[in-house]
């Protein structure tokens, strides 16, 4: 019973997958979206999603001659500042074979799959 429970917890949240199979091929990171679409067809969704990493932290460093360069930084050095907030986008695809199989959610970037998670059904 414990045993039940305990899977029943790790399924109602996404669990990370290695690859899956689509007309016969593998499905994994770093295939190909291209490819994606091709074995597997479109996917039942697709959200675009952009996240916030922060800020982009440089100062001013300048050689014996005079020639100077931005360069990375810590926030805490000092003449060192924020030049700019740095973004990410990428898609999250949604796969639904039917009923009794998992559902697969996809992390696109940069034309290829990033990371593969599973979904029970609700």
């Given amino acids: 019973m414990r045993l ?14 290695q690859a899956f199979r689509c007309s016969g091929h593998v499905i994994k990171q770093g295939t190909l979206t291209s490819q994606l679409l091709e074995f597997c067809g479109q996917p039942a969704s697709k959200e675009k999603v952009t996240t ?7 100062r001013k460093q300048c050689n014996a001659s005079g020639q ?9 050095e000092i003449g060192c500042y924020a030049s700019q907030n740095i973004e990410q986008s ?7 074979f039917g009923y009794g199989r998992l559902l697969y959610r996809l992390k696109v ?8 998670q599973t979904f029970p059904r609700q």
């Fill in 109 to 116: 970037d940069d034309g290829q799959i990033q990371d593969i």
């Fill in 90 to 96: 990428y898609e999250l695809w949604t796969y639904d």
């Fill in 68 to 76: 100077c360069q931005l360069v990375p930084c810590t926030s805490n």
């Fill in 4 to 17: 039940l429970i305990m899977l029943a917890l790790l399924l109602s949240f996404g669990l990370h997958a």
């Fill in 52 to 58: 916030n990493k922060g800020s982009n932290y440089i």
